[in-house]
Nanobody
């Protein structure tokens, strides 16, 4: 059974940074496209960043230049480094596989506020 556990969220001031982790068990992240999504209150879930099996990355325009997605195959974990955070980044962040989407984890709450 595949399990996805996100962590690393919290309360941060505008301009601050956080590093999110997505630990996966039961399926290898290194051979798949992995996505980070977020969902703000009252809004639909949106794709934030992706990383392919070859390490190519893509970002939503709203986070380009501020967020960095990476992966550690030895830990079967995907990361999202978030810098220069803005209040509009406030959301619950989730990760998942692009192909063969698994059951969603509980997500990790990111709140950007002064």
């Amino acid at each position: 059974q595949v399990q996805i556990v996100e962590s690393g969220g919290g309360l941060v001031q505008p301009g601050g940074s956080l590093r999110l982790s997505c630990r996966v068990s039961g399926r290898f992240v290194g051979s798949n496209v992995m996505d980070w999504h977020r969902q703000a209150p009252g809004k639909q879930r949106e794709l934030v960043a992706s990383i392919t099996s070859s390490g190519n990355t893509n970002y939503a325009d709203s986070v380009k230049g501020r967020f960095i997605i990476s992966r550690d195959n030895t830990k079967n974990t995907v990361y999202l480094q978030m810098n220069s955070l803005k209040p509009e980044d406030t959301a619950v962040y989730y990760c998942n596989f692009r192909i063969g989407v698994e059951s969603w984890g509980q997500g990790t709450q990111v709140t950007v506020s002064s």
